[in-house]
């Protein structure tokens, strides 16, 4: 028996070690060779934009990414443009129609700007789509190596909720900086001076939103398809307020490198976030993208400085006598927590910082959570009212809600 504790290629190229990515994400030890799926951590987002130049642009000035690879025209990509974004072990690839023929155009008319494939690094493709294959998964690409000069990649393609797919990428005989058909690239644009290294190191987890009904049926699909396993369940009051209520189930893998909380609407007595999001991406998809930092007062001082909006926490979250008895000592003063409005949770193994941006495009649909672990391998459940109200807040002024 073998227990999977090693580093992925893009952990590797991060610079970052076991011991920290134990602290970032809660990485665990696991038996891959019993595994019927196994899957060694996240290899990219892959999303769908109205305007890559300028999408790609924006990470790098506001988020701190790295460009380091793209494909499109001047490399014989007649089809869309491609920005590969790094920072730490997060890959981001940019995508937007060239030719008005596109796949692309269609996918971002439906949904707008958005994840169209949450790809994941795979020590045996053929395993895995083999085992998918059996277990009645749909699947749109079949396995297949594509090379360069570089080495050759293999992968495969299953579908999940909605128009979101899994490519399945094994690197292992590969060592160009993305994939076949990419060139290294870099940018002209350049950090402010003093600006930290990168602003996240790791993709703790990434939520999907589905239908009403549906939730356990796509918790089943991870289960009985790739072999995850249920990590967390919120229902009912967990996950409620006077007003709006959605449930939620969490799967991981093995490692619990890959963790997807699955979220679907419940009957309240108005329309809660899962259902406006659910309205304006027209159909299922990836909600939100956790972005784990060792350094979150720092990553949320540098994003607001470049315009980054986050939702408001009202002053009364922190005067909350229950919450500074339950939460006990965390690294920084709560007043430093409160003067940013970050949420702080605290469960068995330890705690947690995170707070949540508003919307990052023009639909009321994906955002990004920045989320620091102490220990705690949980998701802020303790927060949920307080966060669920702010995003109630932001619907009602939308005229959402």
């Known amino acids: ?218 918790v089943g699909f991870y289960n009985r398809v790739m072999g995850f396993t249920n990590m967390a369940e919120f229902v009912g009051d967990d996950i409620a307020t006077d007003y709006s209520a959605l449930m939620s189930k969490v799967v991981c893998n093995g490692n619990h490198r890959v963790k997807f909380p699955l979220n679907e609407p419940a009957i309240a007595k108005k329309r809660s976030q899962i259902d406006e999001y659910l309205d304006f991406y027209q159909g299922p998809g990836a909600q939100h993208l956790a972005l784990a930092t060792n350094d979150i007062l720092t990553t949320v001082d540098q994003l607001r400085d470049e315009g980054v909006e986050f939702l408001a926490t009202p002053d009364a979250y922190y005067e909350d006598p229950e919450l500074r008895a339950r939460i006990g000592e965390v690294r920084v003063p709560i007043e430093e927590l409160k003067k940013r409005g970050i949420l702080v949770d605290r469960d068995e193994d330890g705690y947690l910082l995170q707070i949540f941006t508003k919307p990052i495009g023009d639909r009321p649909t994906v955002f990004f959570e920045l989320i620091e672990r102490h220990g705690s391998l949980g998701f802020g459940k303790g927060n949920f009212k307080a966060l669920f109200e702010a995003i109630e807040r932001e619907q009602a002024a939308r005229g959402n809600f």
């Open 1 to 218: 028996m073998t227990l999977e504790y090693t580093l992925t290629d893009s952990e590797k190229l991060a610079h970052l070690d076991a011991d920290e990515l134990h602290r970032l994400v809660g990485l665990v030890e696991y038996d891959s060779e019993s595994d019927p799926f196994p899957v060694s951590g996240w290899d990219a987002v892959v999303w769908v934009v109205g305007n890559a130049t300028q999408t790609a642009h924006y990470f790098q000035s506001v988020y701190g990414m790295e460009l380091v690879a793209y494909s499109g025209p001047n490399t014989g990509n007649r089809d869309h443009h491609a920005y590969v974004l790094r920072s730490g072990a997060v890959r981001f690839v940019i995508k937007g129609a060239v030719d008005p023929n596109s796949a692309l155009i269609e996918h971002h008319r439906l949904h707008g700007d958005g994840v169209v494939d949450i790809a994941l690094q795979v020590p045996d493709v053929d395993k895995c789509i083999e085992h998918a294959r059996l277990q009645g998964a749909t699947i749109i690409e079949e396995p297949r190596d594509t090379a360069d000069e570089h080495g050759t990649v293999r992968t495969a393609a299953i579908a999940t909720y909605g128009d979101t797919r899994h490519t399945l990428v094994d690197r292992s005989r590969y060592n160009g900086p993305y994939l076949p058909g990419y060139v290294e690239r870099t940018s002209t644009f350049r950090k402010r001076d003093g600006a930290p290294k990168r602003l996240f190191q790791a993709l703790d987890h990434v939520v999907g939103n589905v239908e009403l009904g549906r939730m356990d049926e796509w």
